[in-house]
Protein backbone atom coordinates (compact mmCIF):
# COMPACT_ATOMS: atom_id res chain seq x y z
CA UNK A 1 0.00 0.00 0.00
CA UNK A 2 2.85 2.30 0.87
CA UNK A 3 5.00 1.21 -2.08
CA UNK A 4 1.89 2.22 -4.31
CA UNK A 5 1.23 5.71 -2.22
CA UNK A 6 4.90 6.74 -2.77
CA UNK A 7 5.09 5.53 -6.53
CA UNK A 8 1.64 7.61 -6.84
CA UNK A 9 3.37 10.80 -5.28
CA UNK A 10 6.65 10.33 -7.32
CA UNK A 11 4.40 10.37 -10.34
CA UNK A 12 2.51 13.22 -9.36
CA UNK A 13 5.80 15.30 -8.94
CA UNK A 14 7.29 14.30 -11.79
CA UNK A 15 4.67 15.36 -14.54
CA UNK A 16 4.37 18.68 -12.00
CA UNK A 17 7.90 18.87 -12.71
CA UNK A 18 7.33 17.97 -16.45
CA UNK A 19 5.05 20.70 -17.23
CA UNK A 20 7.34 23.30 -15.59
CA UNK A 21 9.94 22.67 -17.65
CA UNK A 22 7.58 22.16 -20.77
CA UNK A 23 6.33 25.97 -19.87
CA UNK A 24 9.96 26.96 -19.76
CA UNK A 25 11.34 25.37 -22.85
CA UNK A 26 8.56 27.27 -24.99
CA UNK A 27 9.23 30.33 -23.35
CA UNK A 28 12.22 29.96 -23.99
CA UNK A 29 12.16 28.77 -27.60
CA UNK A 30 9.48 31.71 -28.33
CA UNK A 31 12.33 33.98 -26.90
CA UNK A 32 15.15 32.45 -29.06
CA UNK A 33 13.03 33.07 -31.96
CA UNK A 34 11.65 36.66 -32.00
CA UNK A 35 15.02 37.97 -30.21
CA UNK A 36 17.45 36.07 -32.61
CA UNK A 37 14.49 36.74 -35.83
CA UNK A 38 15.10 40.24 -34.92
CA UNK A 39 19.15 40.42 -34.42
CA UNK A 40 19.60 38.44 -37.69
CA UNK A 41 17.95 40.78 -40.21
CA UNK A 42 19.35 44.18 -37.66
CA UNK A 43 23.63 43.23 -37.21
CA UNK A 44 26.01 43.87 -39.52
CA UNK A 45 27.38 40.23 -38.56
CA UNK A 46 24.11 38.26 -39.38
CA UNK A 47 25.85 35.45 -40.74
CA UNK A 48 27.16 34.61 -36.94
CA UNK A 49 23.90 35.27 -35.12
CA UNK A 50 22.17 33.12 -38.20
CA UNK A 51 24.95 29.89 -37.30
CA UNK A 52 23.99 30.51 -33.22
CA UNK A 53 20.49 30.94 -33.84
CA UNK A 54 20.69 27.22 -35.43
CA UNK A 55 22.09 25.51 -32.38
CA UNK A 56 20.11 27.78 -30.11
CA UNK A 57 16.90 25.64 -31.84
CA UNK A 58 18.56 22.23 -31.61
CA UNK A 59 19.10 22.86 -27.97
CA UNK A 60 15.76 24.14 -27.80
CA UNK A 61 14.36 20.90 -28.91
CA UNK A 62 16.67 18.97 -26.72
CA UNK A 63 14.71 20.34 -23.85
CA UNK A 64 11.58 19.97 -24.66
CA UNK A 65 11.53 16.63 -26.05
CA UNK A 66 13.41 15.92 -21.90
CA UNK A 67 10.44 17.85 -20.73
CA UNK A 68 7.84 15.91 -22.55
CA UNK A 69 9.54 12.83 -21.69
CA UNK A 70 9.50 13.81 -17.79
CA UNK A 71 6.08 14.51 -18.27
CA UNK A 72 4.36 12.06 -20.38
CA UNK A 73 7.08 8.97 -20.31
CA UNK A 74 7.01 8.56 -24.24
CA UNK A 75 10.39 6.73 -24.61
CA UNK A 76 10.06 3.63 -22.71
CA UNK A 77 6.13 3.14 -23.29
CA UNK A 78 7.13 1.70 -26.47
CA UNK A 79 5.99 -2.30 -27.23
CA UNK A 80 7.36 -4.82 -27.82
CA UNK A 81 9.81 -5.02 -24.48
CA UNK A 82 12.83 -5.19 -27.42
CA UNK A 83 11.71 -1.38 -28.13
CA UNK A 84 11.34 -0.37 -24.78
CA UNK A 85 14.52 -1.11 -23.96
CA UNK A 86 15.88 0.66 -27.39
CA UNK A 87 14.00 3.59 -25.82
CA UNK A 88 16.15 4.63 -23.26
CA UNK A 89 18.90 5.23 -25.65
CA UNK A 90 17.73 8.97 -26.76
CA UNK A 91 16.11 9.11 -23.43
CA UNK A 92 19.77 8.81 -21.73
CA UNK A 93 20.91 11.11 -24.70
CA UNK A 94 18.45 14.06 -24.67
CA UNK A 95 18.77 13.86 -20.72
CA UNK A 96 22.39 14.50 -20.35
CA UNK A 97 22.43 17.13 -23.31
CA UNK A 98 19.30 18.76 -20.87
CA UNK A 99 21.86 18.24 -17.70
CA UNK A 100 23.99 20.06 -19.74
CA UNK A 101 22.07 23.20 -20.74
CA UNK A 102 20.34 23.36 -17.24
CA UNK A 103 24.13 23.66 -15.70
CA UNK A 104 25.16 26.28 -18.14
CA UNK A 105 22.10 28.38 -18.11
CA UNK A 106 22.09 27.96 -14.31
CA UNK A 107 25.84 29.76 -14.61
CA UNK A 108 24.49 32.32 -16.37
CA UNK A 109 22.29 33.12 -14.26
CA UNK A 110 24.09 32.86 -11.00
CA UNK A 111 27.02 35.17 -13.16
CA UNK A 112 24.83 38.27 -13.28
CA UNK A 113 23.75 38.20 -9.78
CA UNK A 114 27.03 38.49 -8.85
CA UNK A 115 28.27 41.73 -7.95
CA UNK A 116 31.74 42.53 -6.95
CA UNK A 117 32.51 45.97 -8.10
CA UNK A 118 34.90 48.02 -5.79
CA UNK A 119 37.72 50.32 -6.28
CA UNK A 120 39.15 50.90 -9.47
CA UNK A 121 41.09 53.55 -12.06
CA UNK A 122 39.69 51.40 -14.99
CA UNK A 123 36.21 50.24 -16.08
CA UNK A 124 36.42 48.23 -18.89
CA UNK A 125 32.83 48.40 -20.81
CA UNK A 126 32.00 45.20 -23.51
CA UNK A 127 30.38 46.52 -26.83
CA UNK A 128 27.05 44.91 -28.17
CA UNK A 129 26.55 44.74 -32.35
CA UNK A 130 24.69 47.94 -33.63
CA UNK A 131 21.22 47.35 -34.43
CA UNK A 132 20.35 48.98 -37.72
CA UNK A 133 23.36 51.39 -36.96
CA UNK A 134 21.88 52.23 -33.88
CA UNK A 135 22.64 50.86 -29.94
CA UNK A 136 20.65 47.48 -28.69
CA UNK A 137 18.90 48.54 -25.34
CA UNK A 138 21.37 46.30 -23.84
CA UNK A 139 24.27 48.63 -24.73
CA UNK A 140 22.53 51.50 -23.49
CA UNK A 141 22.23 49.84 -20.04
CA UNK A 142 25.70 48.96 -20.00
CA UNK A 143 26.34 52.51 -20.09
CA UNK A 144 24.17 53.92 -17.89
CA UNK A 145 25.26 51.29 -15.68
CA UNK A 146 29.60 52.61 -16.30
CA UNK A 147 28.13 56.36 -16.15
CA UNK A 148 26.66 55.60 -12.87
CA UNK A 149 30.26 54.08 -11.36
CA UNK A 150 32.22 56.83 -13.13
CA UNK A 151 29.83 59.80 -10.47
CA UNK A 152 30.82 57.71 -7.87
CA UNK A 153 34.25 57.51 -8.78
CA UNK A 154 35.86 60.58 -10.24
CA UNK A 155 39.42 59.11 -10.90
CA UNK A 156 38.09 56.12 -12.41
CA UNK A 157 38.40 55.95 -16.50
CA UNK A 158 36.38 54.17 -18.90
CA UNK A 159 37.60 51.69 -21.86
CA UNK A 160 34.90 51.47 -24.51
CA UNK A 161 35.69 48.24 -26.61
CA UNK A 162 33.95 47.35 -29.81
CA UNK A 163 35.11 47.10 -33.25
CA UNK A 164 32.24 45.59 -35.01
CA UNK A 165 31.23 48.80 -37.86
CA UNK A 166 27.83 49.46 -38.65
CA UNK A 167 27.18 50.15 -42.69
CA UNK A 168 28.40 53.41 -42.56
CA UNK A 169 31.18 52.48 -40.47
CA UNK A 170 31.47 53.24 -37.44
CA UNK A 171 32.06 51.27 -34.61
CA UNK A 172 30.56 50.60 -31.36
CA UNK A 173 32.91 52.26 -29.35
CA UNK A 174 32.60 55.64 -31.03
CA UNK A 175 28.83 54.74 -31.06
CA UNK A 176 29.15 54.40 -26.82
CA UNK A 177 31.52 57.30 -26.60
CA UNK A 178 29.01 59.25 -28.51
CA UNK A 179 26.31 58.34 -26.37
CA UNK A 180 28.30 58.77 -23.04
CA UNK A 181 29.45 62.52 -24.34
CA UNK A 182 25.44 63.25 -24.57
CA UNK A 183 25.15 62.30 -20.98
CA UNK A 184 27.63 64.43 -20.08
CA UNK A 185 30.85 62.45 -19.47
CA UNK A 186 34.13 64.20 -20.42
CA UNK A 187 35.80 62.73 -23.38
CA UNK A 188 38.78 62.80 -21.20
CA UNK A 189 37.05 60.09 -19.20
CA UNK A 190 37.29 58.00 -22.18
CA UNK A 191 39.23 55.67 -23.95
CA UNK A 192 38.20 53.60 -27.44
CA UNK A 193 39.35 49.90 -28.05
CA UNK A 194 37.65 49.84 -31.60
CA UNK A 195 39.64 46.99 -32.90
CA UNK A 196 38.09 43.91 -31.47
CA UNK A 197 35.96 41.25 -33.35
CA UNK A 198 34.78 39.46 -30.50
CA UNK A 199 35.04 39.85 -26.69
CA UNK A 200 38.37 37.71 -26.71
CA UNK A 201 39.76 40.24 -28.67
CA UNK A 202 38.45 42.75 -26.40
CA UNK A 203 40.64 41.75 -23.50
CA UNK A 204 43.65 41.07 -25.70
CA UNK A 205 43.32 44.87 -26.89
CA UNK A 206 42.53 46.24 -23.88
CA UNK A 207 45.45 45.05 -22.19
CA UNK A 208 47.77 47.02 -23.60
CA UNK A 209 46.10 50.32 -22.56
CA UNK A 210 45.71 49.22 -18.75
CA UNK A 211 47.45 47.33 -16.38
CA UNK A 212 45.61 44.04 -16.46
CA UNK A 213 47.76 42.60 -13.08
CA UNK A 214 45.47 45.46 -11.27
CA UNK A 215 42.05 44.88 -10.27
CA UNK A 216 39.51 46.23 -13.10
CA UNK A 217 36.01 46.89 -13.05
CA UNK A 218 33.85 44.84 -15.91
CA UNK A 219 30.60 46.33 -16.98
CA UNK A 220 29.03 43.97 -19.01
CA UNK A 221 25.12 42.81 -19.62
CA UNK A 222 24.35 40.17 -16.64
CA UNK A 223 23.88 37.30 -19.03
CA UNK A 224 27.45 37.75 -20.58
CA UNK A 225 29.54 38.19 -17.24
CA UNK A 226 30.09 34.44 -16.51
CA UNK A 227 31.75 34.17 -19.71
CA UNK A 228 33.63 37.33 -19.94
CA UNK A 229 35.05 36.87 -16.44
CA UNK A 230 36.44 33.71 -17.63
CA UNK A 231 37.75 34.98 -20.49
CA UNK A 232 39.61 37.91 -19.18
CA UNK A 233 41.14 35.45 -16.82
CA UNK A 234 42.54 33.78 -19.76
CA UNK A 235 43.34 36.84 -21.20
CA UNK A 236 45.80 38.21 -18.18
CA UNK A 237 43.00 39.98 -15.99
CA UNK A 238 43.28 37.76 -12.62
CA UNK A 239 41.22 40.33 -10.83
CA UNK A 240 37.85 41.40 -12.82
CA UNK A 241 35.31 43.20 -10.53
CA UNK A 242 31.74 42.32 -11.57
CA UNK A 243 29.44 45.02 -12.39
CA UNK A 244 26.98 43.44 -14.29
CA UNK A 245 24.03 45.63 -16.51
CA UNK A 246 20.55 44.50 -16.38
CA UNK A 247 19.21 43.26 -19.30
CA UNK A 248 16.17 42.90 -21.14
CA UNK A 249 13.77 40.49 -19.63
CA UNK A 250 11.65 39.54 -22.55
CA UNK A 251 15.71 38.78 -24.11
CA UNK A 252 16.79 36.86 -21.53
CA UNK A 253 15.68 33.73 -22.67
CA UNK A 254 17.21 33.77 -26.33
CA UNK A 255 20.15 35.47 -24.59
CA UNK A 256 20.85 33.15 -21.80
CA UNK A 257 20.61 30.25 -24.76
CA UNK A 258 23.31 31.97 -26.84
CA UNK A 259 25.54 32.17 -23.96
CA UNK A 260 24.84 28.03 -23.49
CA UNK A 261 25.68 27.73 -27.25
CA UNK A 262 28.69 30.01 -26.94
CA UNK A 263 29.86 27.66 -23.62
CA UNK A 264 29.35 24.40 -25.31
CA UNK A 265 31.91 25.79 -28.26
CA UNK A 266 34.46 27.00 -26.07
CA UNK A 267 34.08 23.27 -24.72
CA UNK A 268 34.08 21.71 -27.16
CA UNK A 269 37.14 23.52 -28.71
CA UNK A 270 39.48 22.28 -25.77
CA UNK A 271 38.50 18.98 -25.91
CA UNK A 272 39.85 19.01 -29.55
CA UNK A 273 42.71 20.90 -28.24
CA UNK A 274 41.19 23.95 -30.27
CA UNK A 275 40.93 22.38 -33.38
CA UNK A 276 37.98 23.28 -34.77
Known sequence: MNGNRNRGRAGIARRILGDILILLALAVTVSVCVTMGHRIGAVVQGDEYRKVFRYQLILCVALLLFALDLRFGFWTRLRPRALKLIGWIPRCLIAALAAVILFYGGRVIAGGLIRTAGESD?????????ENGKPADDLIRRLETARGYLEEHPGATLILTGGNPDESGRTEAAVMRDILLERGVSEERMVLEDQAKDTRQNFRNAAQLTYPEKPVVLVTSDYHMDRAVRIAGKA????????????DPAAFGANMMSEVVLNLDELSRSLLGGKR
Open 122 to 130: HVLVLGLAL
Open 236 to 247: GFPNCLRLPAPS
